[in-house]
């Protein structure tokens, strides 16, 4: 035990005597040190910039359908309770969250992304943009988003959304020019949802990066 | 070196312990989770309006603005509770959730079947010592079963186009949660 003195310690040991004891505490203090650090830190980057387990990703979407049930899992249940939201419930709906295009870069406000295609079957949707904090942003045509019901469509029923933060006409919507922005499409009253397993096979529409500012 | 390597595991092992720790007493520990926010504005046992989200405010985030929206925070500690509401014309949700903001029950106007969403809330223990002869007229009213004595109840209602809006604020002013 006494011939085991590890070269980490070897620094410390001017002057006074590094028995076991001192070996002892500075191991202890250097471990809990790690813990506290390391065990805080992961709960940090699980709670700011993870995704709970669980999720169904379409494309660019994603949507956690057990969030709204009492099997919402511990780390989603934390997220919530930090963000101070409340998960749609499931016999509700299930929200759909995309933070990137579908070719994986993050929403820019400053650049015009088509959303195009259709949703999967629900008895209404919505569509909506967010700061990443979940808040609304503010812009000059004070939309923050588009519902089934007021959406333009195309002839076979599909729709476009234009994204950016210049005026067009159709369907489009503000970004307010904010550099980050999630939009949440949520869908009412569907059969989609955790029992489903068709998750993967549902049209969710597509997010096509243009032109930036 | 071998000293070292378990001083490290063992300090990798109790930062799984405070990670674990952290993530389950996190929702317990939350000051500023929807239930907080909401007992901010609504006293207990009634319904109270949220008012819509905006820019510069909202109550919580990520809150739907198609939606019209009022809440009940409720305590079962004194006896169960009678929730209803008229559903409005294109769409209406009620959401149970727990204390701790765990949605256990959701319902929506189809679901119901009817023009108003009735129903009972009331704990387990309640329901056990609910009167034979009442189970029996229980079929036809709906009884939800909540897991803790307090939490809320969130009424959504869409208002899918602009022009709907006071209809549905008119059907959610009507809405009633009250001790039996």
């Not at chain 2, 909202?58 to 198609?66: E, G, R, S, V």
């Not at chain 2, 899918?160 to 022009?163: F, N, R, S, Y």
């Given at each position: 035990m006494k011939l085991a003195d590890s070269s980490c310690y070897t620094g410390r040991s001017n002057g006074y005597a590094t028995g076991p004891n001192v070996r002892l505490l500075f191991g202890t203090v250097f471990a809990l040190a790690i813990a506290a650090m390391a065990g805080l830190g992961a709960t940090w980057m699980a709670l700011t910039r993870g995704s709970a387990y669980g999720g169904v990703t379409i494309g660019a979407w994603t949507g956690w359908p057990k969030n709204g049930t009492s099997g919402i899992d511990p780390y989603a249940r934390a997220m919530v309770s930090r963000t101070g939201e409340l998960p749609v419930g499931s016999g509700d709906g299930v929200a759909f969250y995309a933070r990137t295009d579908d070719a994986g870069q993050p929403l820019d406000g400053r650049c015009d992304v088509l959303l195009s295609g259709t949703t999967p079957q629900a008895r209404f949707w919505t569509l909506t943009l967010y700061d990443p904090e979940g808040r609304l942003v503010a812009n000059s045509?004070?939309?923050?988003g588009f519902t089934s019901q007021e959406i333009v469509r195309n002839a076979d029923g599909s729709f476009d959304v234009l994204v950016g933060p210049r005026a067009r006409p159709g369907n489009w919507l503000p970004t307010g020019g904010v550099d980050k922005y999630l939009l949440v499409l949520r869908l009412y009253d569907t059969p989609i949802g955790m029992a489903s397993r068709t998750g993967s096979e549902a049209p969710m529409p597509a997010l096509t990066k243009r032109a930036c500012l | 070196m071998i000293r070292l390597a378990l001083w490290l595991l063992g300090a990798l092992v109790l930062a799984g312990i405070v990670h674990l720790t952290t993530v389950l007493l996190l929702p317990r520990m939350a000051t500023q989770d929807a239930y907080a926010r909401v007992a901010a504005i609504a006293p207990v046992n009634s319904v109270i309006p949220i008012p819509a989200p905006t820019p510069e405010k909202?109550?919580?985030?990520?809150?739907?603005?198609?939606f019209q929206v009022s809440v009940c925070r409720y305590d079962l500690s004194r006896g169960a509770l009678k929730f209803s509401v008229p559903i409005s014309q294109a769409y209406t949700s009620v959401s149970f959730y727990t204390r701790s903001d765990v949605a256990y029950y959701a319902i929506n106007d189809r679901a119901a079947g009817r023009r108003v969403i009735e129903l009972d809330l009331m704990t387990a223990a309640q329901r056990a010592a609910l009167p034979e002869n009442e189970e029996i007229t229980a079929a036809d009213r709906l009884i939800v079963t909540s897991p803790t004595s307090t939490g809320l109840i969130v009424i959504r209602a869409l208002a899918?186009?602009?022009?709907w809006v006071p209809a549905v604020r008119t059907a959610l002013a009507s809405a009633q949660c009250r001790p039996q």
């Open positions: 045509a004070q939309r923050q | 909202a109550l919580m985030p990520f809150m739907d603005p198609a899918a186009e602009v022009g």
